[in-house]
């Protein structure tokens, strides 16, 4: 990677996905009855707001301004969750999956930031960590999908 323009636009666009998880599990929060579903969305959204802090530094730290916000397709993704809710479509099935759905998004964008040639190792390194969680994210809400599936 030849210079932090570069750097700095591979890290907005995994700060956009950041705030889209966070905002998106937010809410999933909302729209779900079960303890263990609300907290893990609770928890995860914490998550993706201490990956989103993260991010800002590190967009600072080789001369960058942080992005605006989140991005349109995580908009239109909480948007449906909320649609699902508001129209009766909200049972936790429907919305566990479209959680999944949200993760297997933010899984592909670090996975696409990880081709990245010459990311500096420290930024390697964070984008590896946070790529991590997102994998945890997706396996506890595909757990999580699953047992739900097998009470329908």
Not at 2 to 27: A, H, I, M, P
Not at 105 to 126: F, H, M, N, Q, T
Not at 134 to 149: G, P, S, T
Request: glycine share 10%.
């Amino acid at each position: 990677m030849s210079d932090n323009k570069q750097v700095v636009s591979v890290l907005n666009d995994l700060l956009e996905n950041s705030r889209d998880g966070e905002y998106g599990f937010k809410t999933c929060a909302e729209q779900v009855e079960t303890a263990s579903a609300k907290a893990l969305f609770t928890s995860r959204a914490a998550g993706c707001a201490e990956a989103a802090r993260a991010l800002e530094a590190m967009i600072r730290q080789y001369g960058g301004e942080p992005a605006d916000g989140g991005t349109a397709s995580g908009a239109l993704h909480r948007g449906w969750v909320q649609v699902k809710g508001a129209v009766g479509f909200d049972s936790e099935l429907s919305i566990l999956e479209s959680c999944e759905k949200g993760e297997d998004a933010a899984i592909a964008r670090y996975r696409s930031a990880l081709k990245e040639e010459g990311l500096p190792a420290d930024v390697r390194s964070l984008i590896e960590r946070q790529a991590a969680g997102a994998q945890k994210n997706h396996d506890q809400i595909r757990d999580l999908r699953d047992a739900a599936r097998a009470r329908s």
